[in-house]
């Protein structure tokens, strides 16, 4: 599967592109702008900071990227 979201895409890009995604991200853990930590940086940035280990940040890409494929069909 190519993958429409990659660990280097900056938080704000994502955001920009499928603000839905806004809800998914903070449901993991990764709070966005709306709840008023704004972040900076790349997906795996931010991710390692909170914590994260490279295989759950591989495996919420997919979720991630799944999620806005649905999310894209239902428009």
Not at 11 to 17: A, N, P, T
Not at 22 to 44: A, D, R, T, Y
Not at 45 to 64: A, P, R, Y
Request: with cysteine.
């Amino acid at each position: 599967m190519k993958l429409l979201i990659t660990k280097d895409i900056w938080i704000e890009d994502v955001l920009r592109k499928y603000p839905e995604a806004q809800e998914f991200l903070s449901k993991k853990g990764i709070v966005c702008v709306v709840c008023g930590e704004p972040v900076w940086g790349s997906i795996e940035e931010h991710m390692g900071e909170k914590g994260f280990s490279q295989e759950e940040i591989d495996k919420t890409l997919l979720e991630l990227n799944e999620f806005i494929k649905t999310a894209e069909f239902e428009k």
